[in-house]
């Protein structure tokens, strides 16, 4: 992926026009067009204009990677890193179990989550009752 496909994506994912995007920035439409095309590259003042308004890193926006922001503080508790460093010793295969159990675990709480929701929504719902009243109509 290169910078002009990056900024592109970012821009949809925030259903932003080229215009509308290029009006936030203080640039004309055809700056956004240029950029998105590869006709024209963005300074580095512009490049950091435009992570911050995404809040994206620079390494991001330039393809270096894909973590959009290596800045954001953790807040693990102390149990993740026991966690982790039991991971690091791990053998290959057993690193591989680990990982299909984590993911059936993320599974598993996503469909109690759907659950919840669907439960959720059937209680919410207007109760009828039936009286004596309207048993004889």
């Known amino acids: 992926m290169e910078f002009r496909e990056r900024l592109k994506n970012l821009r949809k994912e925030n259903n932003l026009t080229q215009s509308a995007l290029g009006g936030m920035l203080n640039y004309g439409y055809t700056a956004i ?5 590869g006709r024209n590259e963005p300074s580095i003042k512009d490049l950091k204009k435009i992570a911050k308004y995404f809040g ?3 390494d991001y926006l330039l393809c270096v990677n894909d973590t959009r922001d290596p800045y ?3 807040d693990y508790p102390e149990k993740f890193n026991e966690i982790k460093n039991a991971y ?3 053998e290959k295969d057993n690193r591989e179990s680990l ?3 984590l993911e059936w675990l993320l599974d598993r709480q996503i469909k109690d989550q759907v ?3 669907r439960r959720l929504k059937v209680a919410q719902g ?3 009752y039936k009286t004596k009243d309207t048993e004889k109509e």
């Open 126 to 128: 207007v109760p009828t």
């Open 56 to 58: 994206v890193s620079m």
């Open 99 to 101: 990982s299909s159990f």
């Open 115 to 117: 659950s919840t929701k």
């Open 33 to 37: 067009s240029n950029y998105e095309s």
């Open 72 to 74: 954001v503080e953790r």
């Open 88 to 90: 690091s010793i791990l």
